[in-house]
């Protein structure tokens, strides 16, 4: 089995480079690969793009610190993924329960914005995880490129499942469910509400709470 996480990984020169950078100008930051949070066994997986800047990267928690990981704790929280609402460090106490959560990418990229290469070479990561999740769970994408990083590590086309807001795809090992990034852009724009969001994690939840009483 491949490894889920290699905190010392350099495959990608680019971003390699650029955390050297980063670690030079903010030595009190995390600057290094970003470890994916939660459990293992948990049935539900969240996949994000990549750390950002002054949160994951700098508190070395996925979403953590950062303007994407206000409303994903919160509503993580309400449909009973997290034992609290806000994550605002890694040693905050903040449990997830049944949840995991990881990027397609686990090093922070310039501008975030990995390349198309980035992504395919971090995809052996996503990929062991992935497998490694427990069979019939739920896999929760946060914008197109995990998507379609989710399908690339169950060896599935990207083309042959479209990104859509809400949209539901029912694979052989588990459900996708897509979602737009809780990113601050799209929050402020609005083109993520709060309400659109609790729809789609509260639908993972009913999956998951139907296949329980099954």
């Given amino acids: 089995m491949s490894a889920t996480f290699d905190s ?55 979403f953590t610190g950062d303007y994407a990981g206000i409303l994903l704790y919160r509503t993580l929280h309400k449909y009973g993924f997290a034992t609290r609402p806000e994550s605002v460090s890694r040693d905050d106490g903040l449990e997830l329960i049944d949840c995991r959560i990881t990027n397609a990418v686990k090093c922070l990229p ?44 169950l060896d599935i086309r990207p083309s042959a499942y ?22 601050r852009y799209n929050t402020q724009t609005k083109r993520l509400t709060e309400s659109m969001f609790e729809a789609v994690v509260g639908r993972a939840r009913s999956i998951l709470d139907a296949g329980a009483a099954a």
Avoid: W
């Fill in 162 to 183: 479209a990104f859509r807001h809400g949209a539901e795809h029912r694979l052989e090992r588990a459900v996708l469910l897509d979602s737009y990034h809780c990113s």
């Fill in 110 to 153: 310039p501008a975030n914005k990995p390349q198309p290469a980035e992504i395919r070479q971090c995809n052996r990561y996503l990929k062991a995880e992935l497998a490694d999740s427990q069979v019939g769970g739920v896999f929760l994408a946060l914008g197109r490129i995990a998507h379609e990083a989710a399908l690339r590590a």
């Fill in 8 to 62: 010392r990984c350099r495959l990608c020169p680019r971003l390699a480079d650029f955390l050297d950078c980063v670690r030079t100008e903010h030595p009190g930051y995390h600057a290094a690969p970003v470890a994916p949070f939660g459990d293992r066994a948990a049935r539900l997986i969240v996949v994000g793009l990549a750390p950002g800047m002054h949160g994951a990267n700098r508190s070395g928690r996925p």
